[in-house]
């Protein structure tokens, strides 16, 4: 017998044609029914789009905003939430008769608990939840402990205690937030929704990382994987993560960390378009697409990977792509 990988001497074999063939028919098959079961929206069946219920927390502008308009084009009950009220009760307004909004924190205990109960009383329940709210982080680390490029000093305690101000502020933004959202809506989602279902707006930064991206990067990988975890937890629940790289907008004007240069810069409008990364997100939930999605597939999860293998290449494109002379 050959077709293992240890001959009956002990010593290592290749495996035979057989073998190969029938690793091959059970990926071919693997793969097959992946291409199937994505291409049927049955969510849709289960819950037809006008009868749909959507909580969409981080809508007050950039992708929670034009996903918002996506569902409330196509009947959906939506309820906007973030903090600047001026900008949800004008997308209200947009979006039509069917759309709900709240001015609430999403990092705020009491604030999750109350949106909870109101959405209970008002729609008997809750379908789907977008958790898109974010902030980033545009600082090299030691810049933050006070020590710039080519500074070889050693950072003092009000500079390192500087750097972990900053990151708490992006801990609440991108962990706790992330983390209330799920405590809160976890139960409602399962015992009101016939196909409940979370989603994830992540980055590619959370498995590729950047310099100046430290922070963000790390407190969006801790939600990833916080979210990957709870998906393993409550499996009657979908689970999707999207990933995007850059998008168009204004979301480093939001960094826990901007400087005066950063908030007048203005929006960055060489980013991915808005509605290609919402097509994604909502395709993921119509398709109960489970795990990590990385937008625009090509060449980020191939770095992804290629970073785990070969991660000076990685950094050195990192470095050039941020212009970051170490
Ligand atoms: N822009 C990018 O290049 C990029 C790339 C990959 C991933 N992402 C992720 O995509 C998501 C959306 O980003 P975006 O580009 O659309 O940025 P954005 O336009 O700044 O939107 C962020 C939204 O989150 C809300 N928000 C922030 N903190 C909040 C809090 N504590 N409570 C409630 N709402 C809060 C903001 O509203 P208020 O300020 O009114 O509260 C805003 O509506 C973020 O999670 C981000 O990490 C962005």
Known sequence: MSSGLLSSSGSVCLPTGAA???????????????VVWAGSPRRLRTIPPAEERVLILGASSGLGRTIAKRYAARGARVCVVARRADRLSQLADECGAHCIWESADFADVGAMVRLRDKLLAEWGGLDSLYVCAGVSAVQPVMALAGVGSGDDGDATSSGIQNAVDTAARATRGNVYGPLIAALAFIPALTRTSAAPSILLVSSLAAVVPAPTRALYAATKASSLLLYQSLAIEHPDIVFASVLPATMEGDFRASAVDADTATRAAGPNRR???LDYVVERCVEAMDRETRGSLVVPWFPYAVAHHLYYLWPSVIERQARKKYDFGA
């Open 271 to 273: 980013g991915l378009k």
């Open 20 to 34: 190969i063939l029938g690793v091959t028919a059970v990926a071919a098959l693997f793969l097959a029914q992946r």
